[in-house]
T-cell receptor
Framework: DAKTTQPTSMDCAEGRAANLPCNHS???????VYWYRQIHSQGPQYIIHGLKNNETNEMASLIITEDRKSSTLILPHATLRDTAVYYCIVRVNNYGQNFVFGPGTRLSVLP | EAGVAQSPRYKIIEKRQSVAFWCNPISGHATLYWYQQILGQGPKLLIQFQNNGVVDDSQLPKDRFSAERLKGVDSTLKIQPAKLEDSAVYLCASSREVGDSYEQYFGPGTRLTVT
């Protein structure tokens, strides 16, 4: 079973920031938070991951709370192409550990 | 860099028939995964290979599903015989472990319809 809970769906206006929350209250100290997204009819695509510190790359920012029990993925200026299902996953970065995907959050970016 | 290749993209078969899917991972990626994604759900891992050895196949229905990764590169996933509930998208992914990153790269998937 997935160790995370996410809202089923969210809407965001085009050009505005999209903030996608994820709860992982049972996360272990050595588990990383990963975010993937899946655009319709495509395979999932890696977005970002982090352990304790906030992270930023060209796609998004990841904000992890100090107690690490929740995180937020931020798409700073959402476009229509960001409409997708977003998956939050916690995982130990050890050999043999796999990714357990939950149902994710369906983000709809509206014009 | 070429992505993960999968074929066929679509397949329709009748129940009790057999089907095989092919995956070519990104060059140099030692780890290969097969996932099953049923409509409306997240992907579920079926099997994980490290080079040509199986790391995890605990969720693979071994009475009807089989997978192999000969020579540690390409992989095939087979279903024999297929059931209606096998209708899903079958995703292949590959990764290489660099530092603390285990980023997976996914192929486009094969959509299987069992009638």
């Amino acid at each position: 079973d997935a160790k995370t809970t996410q809202p089923t769906s969210m809407d965001c206006a085009e050009g505005r920031a999209a903030n996608l929350p994820c709860n992982h209250s049972t996360i272990s100290e050595n588990e990383y938070v990963y975010w993937y997204r899946q655009i319709h009819s495509q395979g999932p695509q890696y977005i970002i991951h982090g352990l304790k510190n906030n992270e930023t790359n060209e796609m998004a920012s990841l904000i992890i709370t100090e107690d690490r029990k929740s995180s937020t993925l931020i798409l700073p200026h959402a476009t229509l192409r960001d409409t997708a299902v977003y998956y939050c996953i916690v995982r130990v970065n050890n050999y043999g550990q796999n990714f357990v995907f939950g149902p994710g959050t369906r983000l709809s970016v509206l014009p | 860099e070429a992505g993960v290749a999968q074929s066929p993209r679509y397949k329709i078969i009748e129940k009790r028939q057999s089907v095989a899917f092919w995956c070519n991972p990104i060059s140099g990626h030692a780890t290969l995964y097969w996932y099953q994604q049923i409509l409306g759900q997240g992907p579920k891992l079926l099997i994980q290979f490290q080079n040509n050895g199986v790391v995890d196949d605990s969720q693979l229905p071994k009475d009807r599903f089989s997978a192999e990764r000969l020579k540690g590169v390409d992989s095939t996933l087979k279903i024999q015989p297929a059931k209606l509930e096998d209708s899903a998208v079958y995703l292949c992914a590959s990764s290489r472990e660099v530092g603390d990153s285990y980023e997976q790269y996914f192929g486009p998937g094969t959509r299987l319809t069992v009638t």
